[in-house]
C-alpha cells in the first residue's frame, strides 16, 4: 500500500473513531445533574462569559472556558450542555491518537491497539465528561506530540505545516492552563539546539506564533461588560493570575497527592458521589486509572529505556514518547508548588499508552506471538468493564457494591 493510501485510509478510520467516541462519551453525559468535582469553578465562569459579564474564574486563561461556554451555548445551561465540549474534544482526542499511533508504529491495527489502550486507560473517558479544563490541556497536548514526533523523526524534512500545528498546539495548550507552559518550555528548549542552523524559523514557530495565539485567547474579555480591561489591563492580569496560583492551597486538600505517586494509583479522586434518598445505592464518577495498565506502566517505561540504549533503530520511535512523558510527568517534580492531584497526570498518560502499547508490539516482534497483547487488553478490558459504572456516573449502584471498587483505604 502506497503512503499516500495509507494515510487517507487512516484518516478515515480516525474520522469514525471520533463518531464512536462521540456516542460512547454521550451515554449517561446529563448525570450528575449538578456540578461535578471543578465544573463548580468553570461553569459560572463560562456563564459569564456568555452574558458578556465578568472574568470569574480568572486564576485560569480563557480558553478552556470559552470552549466550555461554547457548548452551553449550543446544548443549553444544562449538565448536557456543561459537558459537550468536553465530550467533543475529548472525542477529537481519540482520533488524533488513532493518527498519531499509526503515523508512529506504521500500522492500522497498532493505531487501533494504542486507542484502544487509552479509552481502557480510564482517565481520558473520565475527563471527557465532565466540564473541566484538563480535556482541552490534553487535546492540544496530544496534537503537540503529534507533530513534535514528525519533527523529530523527519528533521529538517518537515513540513512548515507541521511546525504551524505545533505552535498553535503549544499557544492554545498554555491558553488553557499555565501547565501547558512546561510542554512548551520543553519543546522549545528541545528545537532551539537540535536545529541550530534554523534558530530563526525556530523562534518565530515555537515563540512568536504560540505566544500570539496564547495572546489572542485574552481579546475576547474586552468585550466583558463587567470589566474595565483594555490591553495594559490584560497584561497586569497575568500578575494576579500568578499570586493567585501560588496562594492556592493543594497540600492542605483532601485528595492532594505527591507527584511520584500518581503512576501507582495510590490517590485517586471521587469526583462525585452522592446516596440516594434511601441510603441503598449511590451514583459516582471516580477518576481513577485502570490498574493493569497502570501498573504495567513503569515496566513499559523501563523497557523502552533499555531497549533504546542498545537498538538505534528504536530511537525515532521511543525518544519523542520518553521525552513528552519526562515533559508532561517528571517536570512536576521541579514545579516550585507543594502538592498536586492525581488528574496532573492526565496528560502524561497520552504519551505513557503509547509506550506501553509499543513494549507490548515489541514483545510481541521478540516472542513471535500476541498473546501477552491479548492477555493484557483483556484483563485490562474487564477492570475497565467492572469500574464503568463509577467511571461515568450514568446511573445508580448498590451501595453494598461499593467496596468492589474501593480496593485501598485512600481509595475511598
Not at 176 to 182: E, M, N, Y
Request: proline letters at 4%; charged letters at 15%; one cysteine or more.
Amino acid at each position: 500500500m502506497n503512503e499516500a493510501l495509507a494515510r487517507r485510509r487512516a484518516t478515515l478510520i480516525a474520522a469514525l473513531v471520533v463518531l464512536a467516541s462521540i456516542a460512547l462519551f454521550a451515554i449517561g453525559l446529563g448525570q450528575p445533574t449538578t456540578p461535578n468535582f471543578d465544573e463548580f469553578h468553570y461553569l459560572p465562569a463560562a456563564r459569564e462569559f456568555l452574558q458578556l459579564g465578568t472574568n470569574r474564574n480568572w486564576e485560569h486563561p480563557p480558553l478552556g472556558k470559552l470552549l466550555i461556554a461554547g457548548g452551553m451555548a449550543v446544548f443549553g445551561d444544562n449538565p448536557v450542555g456543561w459537558r459537550a465540549g468536553a465530550a467533543l474534544f475529548g472525542a477529537l482526542t481519540m482520533g488524533l491518537v488513532f493518527l498519531w499511533a499509526s503515523r508512529l508504529f506504521g500500522s492500522l491495527r497498532s493505531a487501533g491497539l494504542a486507542t484502544l489502550i487509552v479509552l481502557l486507560a480510564q482517565l481520558h473517558f473520565v475527563q471527557s465528561r465532565i466540564g473541566a479544563l484538563d480535556v482541552f490541556s490534553a487535546f492540544f497536548a496530544v496534537l503537540a506530540g503529534f507533530a513534535l514526533t514528525e519533527i523529530w523523526r523527519r528533521g529538517d524534512e518537515a513540513s512548515r505545516r507541521t511546525w504551524i500545528a505545533l505552535g498553535i498546539a503549544l499557544g492554545a495548550g498554555a491558553a488553557v492552563k499555565w501547565f501547558g507552559l512546561l510542554l512548551w518550555a520543553a519543546i522549545g528548549l528541545w528545537a532551539f539546539f537540535r536545529f541550530a542552523g534554523r534558530r530563526g524559523f525556530v523562534l518565530l514557530a515555537l515563540l512568536g506564533l504560540p505566544a500570539a495565539i496564547y495572546a489572542a485567547s485574552f481579546l475576547p474579555l474586552l468585550a466583558l461588560r463587567g470589566e474595565n480591561y483594555d490591553l495594559g489591563g490584560l497584561v497586569a492580569l497575568h500578575g494576579r493570575m500568578w499570586r493567585g496560583m501560588r496562594s492556592v492551597g493543594v497540600a492542605s486538600h483532601g485528595y492532594s497527592s505527591e507527584w511520584w505517586s500518581w503512576p501507582l494509583l495510590l490517590r485517586p479522586i471521587w469526583y462525585h458521589y452522592q446516596r440516594s434518598a434511601d441510603e441503598q445505592s449511590f451514583r459516582g464518577v471516580f477518576l481513577v486509572g485502570n490498574a493493569v495498565l497502570f501498573w504495567l506502566s513503569p515496566l513499559a517505561v523501563a523497557h523502552a529505556i533499555g531497549v533504546w540504549r542498545r537498538e538505534l533503530a528504536a530511537r525515532p520511535i521511543v525518544s519523542p514518547l520518553l521525552f513528552l512523558w519526562t515533559a508532561l510527568y517528571l517536570l512536576w517534580a521541579v514545579v516550585p508548588r507543594s502538592g498536586g492531584f492525581f488528574y496532573y497526570y492526565y496528560p502524561a498518560s497520552f504519551p505513557l499508552c503509547l509506550l506501553l502499547t509499543w513494549s507490548l508490539l515489541d514483545l510481541e516482534r521478540r516472542l513471535r506471538t500476541r498473546s501477552v497483547t491479548h492477555l493484557v487488553v483483556a484483563a485490562a478490558a474487564i477492570v475497565f468493564l467492572w469500574f464503568y459504572p463509577v467511571l461515568s456516573g450514568a446511573f445508580e449502584v448498590p451501595v453494598s457494591l461499593s467496596r468492589g471498587w474501593m480496593w485501598f483505604h485512600r481509595w475511598i
